[in-house]
């Protein structure tokens, strides 16, 4: 009967505004607009934040690879530099990853349109910006291997 009743109102609505808060009504929009979004929110923030420690485990042994080049008599400057952007990278984007499970897990889908728009909105730019430090950490990472790998090469030839 509710839904007949939304039906009767969509159908004397006349402008786009008054449908799309009809619409916001539905049970089923809010739960696509807040439960799944949120759902997906935690995973990304919990699989950030677990790729940043991968990456901390990387850059641990990259720092023992500079270190060997080091004490070998290298000239290893460039690659401690990267090794520091590494680390800044993977803690900019654990620290932009982390919070965002906590702030959307509460959510209810109730909570459509406020607050749940804004705190969607700015878990997704978050995790946007996380994921984007952590493939330049990544990137990095590869940077340095090619560096060291190059060092070698050179030195051997």
């Not at 009767?8 to 799944?36: C, D, K, S």
């Not at 982390?98 to 349109?113: H, M, T």
């Amino acid at each position: 009967q509710r839904f007949e009743q939304l039906a009767r109102e969509v159908e004397a609505a006349t402008t786009i505004a008054e449908v799309w808060q009809l619409i916001r009504q539905i049970p089923g929009f809010q739960v696509a607009n807040v439960l799944t979004p949120k759902t997906h929110q935690v995973i990304a923030s919990d699989g950030l934040v677990a790729l940043g420690g991968k990456l901390d485990r990387f850059a641990g042994k990259l720092e023992e690879l500079i270190t060997r080049a080091e004490e070998n008599g290298y000239d290893v400057d460039e690659a401690w530099r990267m090794l520091e952007e590494m680390n800044d990278e993977i803690a900019e984007g654990v620290r932009m990853a982390d919070p965002v499970a906590e702030s959307v897990i509460g959510l209810q889908a109730g909570d459509w349109p406020d607050p749940a728009q804004s705190v969607l909105g700015a878990g997704r730019r978050d995790l946007l910006a996380a994921g984007q430090s952590l493939r330049g950490a990544y990137g990095t990472g590869k940077g340095i291997v090619d560096f060291l790998r190059t060092l070698l090469q050179t030195d051997g030839a």
